[in-house]
C-alpha cells in the first residue's frame, strides 16, 4: 500500500528535527570536524565518517526497537516515558548551558596523515556514550513507535541531518569558526535545542509521534 504524503513527510520531518537536536549540541566531535574543516585537512573523509557511523546507528535503533516495540504494549509504554524523560533531561541540559555561556574551542594540532585522522575521527565518536544514547536508544525509540512503514522515513530524516551538518561544519568552518567562539551564539543555539527537545516530549506524551 503506498503511503500518503502526510505519512511520509511527518515521520522525515521529526526525525529530521530530532537529529538536529541532538547533533547541533557542543561536543568534542563536532570541535574536531570543526577544527580540521578550519585547516581544510581531511575534512570530508573525517565528515563523511561521522556521517556514516550515525546512519549505520540510527539504523540498527529504529531497526531493533521497531521490533521489541510491536511486540510488546508494556515496552511501547516504557520507550515513551524513557523517550520522554530523556528528551526532558536533555532540554534542561541545554537551557543550563545557554544560561552559562560557553564556547567551542577547536583543536590547535594538525593531524600527520589520513589514518590518524579517521582513527581519532573513530575514536571520538564511537567511545562517546552519548553518541549511543541520541541514535541508538533515543532516535531508535522514537523512530520504533512508528508503523513499519514509516520508520525508513523517520530514519531517513534523522541521517540526512546528520550528514547535512557535518558536511556543512566542515565546508563552512572558516566563516563558521569564528562564530562558535562567541558565547552568544551558542546560548541562542542551546535555547532552541531547549525548546526543540521539550515540544518533542510534549508530542511524545500527547500521543502525536508514531504509533
Not at 544514547?133 to 531508535?140: A, E, H, K, R
Request: aromatic fraction near 10%.
Amino acid at each position: 500500500m503506498s503511503l500518503s504524503l502526510t505519512a511520509v513527510s511527518t515521520p522525515f520531518f521529526t526525525g529530521l528535527a530530532t537529529s538536529a537536536g541532538l547533533i547541533v549540541a557542543i561536543g568534542a566531535q563536532n570541535a574536531f570536524v570543526l577544527s580540521q574543516g578550519v585547516r581544510r585537512q581531511y575534512h570530508w573523509p573525517i565528515a563523511g565518517v561521522c556521517s556514516l557511523l550515525d546512519t549505520i546507528l540510527i539504523v540498527l535503533g529504529i531497526a531493533g526497537m521497531g521490533v521489541l516495540i510491536s511486540e510488546s504494549p508494556l515496552i511501547l509504554t516504557l520507550v515513551t516515558w524513557g523517550g520522554v524523560a530523556f528528551l526532558l533531561w536533555y532540554g534542561a541540559n541545554a537551557l543550563k548551558a545557554a544560561l552559562k555561556p560557553a564556547t567551542l574551542e577547536t583543536q590547535q594540532r594538525g593531524l600527520s596523515s589520513l589514518r590518524s585522522a579517521l582513527l581519532t575521527t573513530l575514536a571520538l565518536s564511537l567511545l562517546n556514550p552519548h553518541v549511543y544514547l541520541d541514535t541508538v536508544v533515543l532516535l531508535g525509540s522514537i523512530g520504533g513507535r512508528y508503523p513499519e512503514a514509516e520508520r525508513f522515513w523517520f530514519g531517513a530524516g534523522a541521517a540526512l541531518f546528520s550528514c547535512i551538518w557535518f558536511f556543512a561544519l566542515s565546508l563552512g568552518a572558516r566563516w563558521l569558526a569564528p562564530l562558535f567562539k562567541k558565547p552568544v551564539a551558542w546560548q541562542i543555539l542551546d535555547g532552541l535545542v531547549c525548546a526543540m527537545m521539550w515540544t518533542l516530549a510534549g508530542l511524545l506524551i500527547s500521543g502525536r509521534i508514531g504509533a
